[in-house]
């Protein structure tokens, strides 16, 4: 069954995917990306001398501070930060500065749909700008699922809201690997179907929630390549910060 | 304590005494003069009223907003400006999240000054209901990138945001006239703020050095700088504020100086924001016609001739309503005003029926929502030509003979006018009844099927009329 998208996409398709990394100045990293009309702007202070009371301190931190477009801080964005605090813990290989607090500042240009993914791939790029040691890309995304059961990639915001549930899912990249297939299948199985972060709003069933973690890591192969893509040319003709 | 000293970003010696030393020859470390502004580039969001602005390095986003609200009790009949900066952590590393430090807080005090106080935007035209709900204008000014000279970048985007801002229109309706109905921006064009003048801030730092002063500090020459000092001045030669909040003394003659430098900054700064502004007007209609032509052009593509028939035969109309009007503007019968209140109808319901089947026949509606009113018909008249050309070239039998049906009818109208002699009254009555009958064509007129019948039957009465006279 085939529902009309107001911007003319089908069912599988993502908005158009823009990235760019090194925007700002003074951050030590930072990377706005763009899906369709949802734009945010992350940066990255790299790691700084020590942790808050409550971090574990044998272990580097990961502070985040989401600042919306308009508007006081509420629950939304603490709640944002929380989740974007621990998917950015996944990734991070936290052993390496113990007792350091990398701070990540989002800042939410336009928000047309599926802003949490946005903001967890601005950061994810934003890290890999400032040069900070990450096992593995995070990839996000927004599956949403109508109310006849078809789910739909990558919501604007009017189709989020018509929906009846939508779910964010953050993945790790697809590895490219040199080795052949056959030894890295065990391996790269085990790696691929993992599923980092899952924020669900709505109801949806069981079999309605598997279905939209096939479609999401079908979509995020296409994502990192994308991602990879837009990070690798740059990194050769990078010239290192200072300060 | 510590952890906040040890990332603090201090300067060394040896750079602040080159920077020091450098200023006294007259040279900065960027090569700019000393009274020369960096790159200044305004970049508008895909939202109305969301600037963003690059001075140099310095990177500030404007957002403005609207919300209805109770006035202040001793201003009932005005709305509100409230300014928020918020210095975002990720603009410098000092910047802490949580409360405004003392710098945020005077940035914010020296631009509301120099909008608010000067009255730069009318707050009286934002009142809906005096004493009980006027429009508040909200803008945060977001620093992402401190590059120095924070001021006057967010003051340009305060002022960039504001000149796009567009607030939604909203009427009294209900039972006395007290309730405020908002009209959504598809149902009614959202209205512009009025603004006044453009307050520009410049700021000036000065260095242990006397003579040295410097426009559009750098944040290195801000670390090494003794003083500071910002001017707002607008293009009419008014000072809207000036800030100088303790630092180096300063001798008057330096002041002066200082203000009339100031003056020339401002019509520069003045003259990109207005060139910008305009551009993005500009670009923001073409874009709306866009949007309002895709729906015709939709139906182009799926019943050619009806709407190719409709465009023509509003052409037509506007050709003939343009033509009775100056032939009934010389006589004046009783009839006048109606023609030209219906050519007017004409064009105000032709546009409705392309663009919204059965929406709201106000006229005050219409033509405002051409916002570059004759400009904007453009390019859809010289599209409507060429398919009036495509068609009279064609076979098109009806449009050829109601063309002809009206050269015949003007023909013989001036025909018969000039032997009776009774000119003036058969001029009247056949443009007349040719409008009356156009307007009650697009009275009748809601589905392009429609458009097919009222032709014939405009063809059997036309010559009944001519003869029955």
């Not at chain 1, 003319?8 to 990394?21: E, I, K, T, V």
């Not at chain 1, 030590?28 to 001398?49: C, D, E, I, R």
């Not at chain 2, 874009?287 to 001739?305: E, N, Y």
Request: proline share 5%.
């Amino acid at each position: 069954m085939e529902i009309d998208r107001a911007d003319g996409r089908n069912p599988n398709q993502l908005r158009p995917l823009s990235c760019s990394r090194g925007v700002l100045n003074r951050a030590h990293g930072s990377a706005s990306w763009a899906q369709g009309n949802t734009q945010v702007l992350a940066a990255v202070y790299g790691p700084k001398a020590g942790t808050k009371k409550n971090e574990n301190p044998e272990k580097a931190s990961v502070e985040v501070i989401w600042k919306p477009k308009t508007g006081q801080i509420g629950k939304q964005e603490k709640e944002y930060e929380m989740v974007l605090k621990r998917t950015l813990q996944s990734i991070c290989i936290l052993t390496i500065h113990p007792n350091t607090t990398t701070s990540v500042i989002v800042q939410v240009v336009h928000d047309d749909g599926a802003l949490l993914p946005c903001a967890i791939n601005a950061s994810c790029a934003a890290l890999v700008d400032a040069g900070i040691p990450l096992k593995h890309l995070a990839v996000a995304i927004c599956c949403c699922l109508a109310d006849s059961g078809l789910v739909m990639l990558d919501p604007t915001k009017l189709e989020e809201e018509k929906m009846k549930a939508f779910v964010y899912l953050v993945l790790p990249n697809s590895i490219l690997s040199v080795l052949p297939e056959e030894s890295s299948s065990v391996k790269g199985e085990q790696m691929e179907q993992g599923l980092i972060t899952s924020v669900t709003h709505g109801v949806m069933s069981v079999d309605d929630y598997l279905h939209c973690l096939e479609r999401g890591r079908a979509a995020t192969s296409k994502m990192s390549d994308f991602l990879r893509r837009n990070l690798q040319p740059q990194l050769s003709s990078d010239s290192s910060k200072a300060g | 304590m510590e952890q906040r000293l040890a990332n603090t970003w201090r300067m060394t010696v040896n750079e602040k005494k080159f920077i020091e030393s450098a200023l006294v020859s007259g040279l900065r470390v960027d090569g700019r003069n000393l009274y020369d502004y960096r790159k200044l580039s305004i970049n508008f969001g895909k939202e109305d009223g969301s600037a963003e602005v690059h001075l140099g390095q310095t990177r500030v986003m404007g957002i403005a907003t609207s919300q209805l609200v109770q006035p202040y009790r001793d201003r009932p009949n005005e709305g509100t400006l409230s300014i928020f900066t918020e210095f975002s952590p990720m603009a410098d590393p000092s910047f802490e999240p949580g409360r405004p430090g003392e710098f945020a807080v005077e940035l914010g005090r020296v631009i509301d000054r120099g909008l608010r106080e000067s009255r730069a935007v009318d707050t009286e035209s934002l009142c809906v209901l005096a004493g009980k709900l006027v429009w508040a204008i909200r803008i945060d000014l977001h620093i992402l990138d401190n590059g120095g000279n924070l001021v006057d970048a967010a003051n340009v985007a305060a002022l960039a945001a504001l000149s796009t801002f567009r607030r939604p229109e909203c009427s009294l309706g209900g039972e006395n006239g007290q309730e405020v109905i908002v009209h959504p921006p598809e149902a009614r064009e959202p209205l512009p703020l009025i603004i006044h003048h453009l307050p520009i801030a410049v700021t000036f730092a000065f260095f242990s050095d006397e003579s040295t002063l410097v426009v559009d500090p750098t944040h290195q020459e801000e670390a090494v700088m003794a003083g500071r000092m910002t001017a707002t001045l607008n293009t009419n030669g008014d000072i809207c504020a000036i800030q100088k909040a303790g630092g180096e003394g300063v001798p008057q003659s330096v002041i002066m100086h200082c203000l009339r430098i100031a003056a020339t900054k401002a019509a520069d700064i003045t003259v990109k924001i207005r060139d910008t502004v305009e551009a993005y007007n500009t670009e923001r209609a073409l874009q709306k016609i866009k949007r309002h032509s895709a729906p015709v052009a939709l139906d182009v593509s799926g019943t050619v001739p009806n709407v190719r028939k409709n465009q023509v035969k509003s052409e037509d109309q506007r050709e003939v309503s343009g033509s009775v009007g100056t032939q009934v503007e010389k006589l004046k019968p009783m009839n006048e005003r109606k023609n030209s209140d219906q050519s007017n109808d004409i064009e105000g319901k032709v546009v409705t029926k392309s663009l919204e089947q059965g929406g709201t026949n106000s006229k005050d509606g219409n033509p405002r929502s051409f916002i570059g009113g004759p400009s904007s018909w453009d390019p859809y008249s010289r599209g409507v030509d060429w398919d009036f050309l495509k068609l009279s070239l064609a076979s098109r039998e009806t449009s050829k003979f109601s063309k002809k049906q009206k050269e015949s009818q003007s023909k013989k109208s001036t025909q018969q006018a000039s032997p009776k002699g009774s000119a003036e009254e058969m001029k009247a009555i056949s443009p007349a009844t040719e409008s009356a009958k156009i307007a009650s064509q697009t009275h009748g007129e809601k589905t392009l099927k429609d458009a097919v019948k009222p032709k014939h039957k405009r063809k059997k009465k036309a010559p009944s009329a001519v003869d029955g006279s």
